[in-house]
């Protein structure tokens, strides 16, 4: 790479990004740390800011939660001060309240029926307003700036006999997107939001039984699939198994994230019964149907637009090959401790094979635009080895307004298909031609009938009323900061 083309802008930071990742595990002959430590690591793709786990021993929780990555968080002391047959886990990345030691995940909360840890993946809308409500009903303070400190009180503080009318108290009350795992001294309690916006799944393992954001982490620890949990669903599971409940005001409406299908889920896990995977070839194939063109070689972004890359390849009959290789060995680029290492660092993640590009009509895949930094260097750094021709297609349509549920997506004025008309980001991004996925397209790629996913970023229609331009640190009032 020559250095005149300045850094290249590592691929995830032009992506939107994801709440995080939760597992828990009711195992009741063995020690369930390390099945939560593995279980994270096939979750860490969801958030990579902190990480946790708090196990029970039946007796008390037991908890380590800091900054950093799983690798960087446990060590062999730090699991075996996590005894007990029940706990849960949790990687992040923050949404709602700050990147803080504070935040991490999962969090205590004290109530009536003793103490709980809850991980959580989403985003709760409503959270100012409970955390003023709590405070006058239940005399609540907080102490952290998280939408999750606000759940995990709710659900220690609410009334109810056992914890599905805890559950269902606390549904009818958090407005938004919230799969949790919430561990009690002798119990693993998992809810999945009465819109399905963030994935969760059951799994068995050793006689006992686990739950996750995505089957890949139950894959990664030798659990068989069971199923995924349906809307509004809780399930307790303890000594006697696994008993469900559904929330009566659980909507008909599936409004699973689609975004999970396109971006955040790991390609090896399975959303709505299909390996996403192959969901992705066909968002690939898809819009290769709607904007056809010729060209010698079909390119994809690594690693995350591959798939959509090997369907765009197969619905156009034009060879699919590998053009540029990604570093997986540099680290996250903010972690480096100056600029120039810094820029060093992004420059080395992506490096066009000019052999194999020189002379060549590329047809580029990306599977979304954000603020379109990394697609402007890729197509700077593809022409710079050499390509006749580069024609971008997106697998998604243009992203249009931001997210409310978890997903930290940039704000309205960084989102460029906001701002500019798809023929001027084609000019800005100097590709020869561009083209979106339209929303049926994905609709039918994701085979799903209009409105059984959230499509809210790219059409503007959310599932349910947002307040556009929320703030994700609208709680941070640095509180031992
Ligand atoms: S607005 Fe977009 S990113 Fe957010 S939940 Fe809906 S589809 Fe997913």
Redo the contacts with the bound molecule.
């Keep these: 790479m020559i250095d005149t083309q300045g850094p290249i802008i590592p691929k995830s930071d032009d992506k939107?990004h994801e709440a995080c990742g939760i597992i828990g595990a009711y195992l009741p002959d063995e020690s369930v740390v390390r099945t939560a430590f593995f279980g994270l690591f096939a979750l860490q793709h969801r958030g990579q800011e902190s990480a946790g786990i708090a196990t029970s021993d039946g007796d008390r929780i037991h908890l380590k939660a800091q900054m950093g990555l799983v690798s960087q968080v446990f060590r062999e002391e730090t699991l075996a001060a996590l005894p007990g047959h029940v706990g849960i886990g949790h990687t992040r990345y923050s949404t709602m309240g700050g990147s803080k030691d504070y935040n991490a995940q999962p969090l205590l909360a004290d109530g009536q029926r003793g103490s709980i840890a809850v991980g959580h993946n989403g985003n709760v809308i409503n959270a100012r307003e409970l955390r003023i409500e709590m405070a006058e009903e239940f005399g609540s303070s907080f102490e952290k700036t998280s939408d999750t400190e606000v759940i995990a009180e709710l659900f220690a503080k609410a009334p109810g006999a056992d914890w599905f009318e805890v559950s269902a108290y606390a549904m009818r009350r958090l407005k938004g997107?919230y799969s949790l795992t919430i561990l009690t001294k002798d119990k693993l309690v998992a809810v999945r939001d009465p819109l399905g916006?963030r994935p969760l799944c059951l799994g068995t393992l050793n006689g006992g039984w686990v739950v996750a954001s995505e089957t890949a982490a139950l894959d990664n620890i030798g659990a068989d699939f069971v199923r995924e949990l349906e809307n509004g669903e809780t399930l307790i599971i303890d000594e006697n198994g696994v008993e469900s409940r559904i929330w009566s005001g659980a909507r008909d409406t599936h409004a699973m994230?689609?975004?999970e299908q396109i971006y955040f889920a790991r390609p090896d896990s399975l959303l709505n019964g299909e390996l996403a995977y192959e969901t992705r070839q066909r968002l690939g194939a898809e819009v290769y149907r709607e904007h056809p063109v010729d060209a010698d070689i079909v390119v994809g972004i690594p690693d995350s637009s591959t798939p959509h890359a090997v369907g765009v390849a197969a619905a156009a009959k034009i060879p699919y090959t590998e053009a540029i290789i990604r570093n997986r060995y540099v680290g996250r680029t903010f972690i480096q401790p100056d600029q120039r290492s810094r820029a060093q660092g992004v420059q080395a993640k992506f490096n066009p094979m000019r052999g194999v590009i020189e002379g060549k009509r590329l047809l580029v895949v990306d599977d979304s635009i954000v603020r379109s930094t990394t697609i402007t260097r890729v197509v700077k750094m593809l022409r710079w080895a050499g390509a006749k021709e580069v024609h971008v297609r997106v697998a998604s349509p243009p992203i249009k307004s931001t997210?409310?549920?978890?997903?930290d997506?940039a704000t309205m004025g960084e989102l460029i298909a906001a701002n500019k008309t798809i023929e001027e980001i084609a000019e800005f991004i100097d590709a020869d031609s561009l083209a979106y996925l339209s929303v049926q397209g994905l609709l039918r790629a994701v085979r799903a009938p209009e409105n059984a996913?959230?499509?809210?970023?790219f059409t503007g229609d959310?599932p349910i009323p947002v307040q556009l331009e929320m703030n994700k640190m609208g709680f941070e009032v640095a509180p031992a900061d």
């Design positions: 939107p997107a916006i994230c689609v975004f997210c409310h549920f978890g997903v997506m996913y959230c499509t809210g970023c959310y």
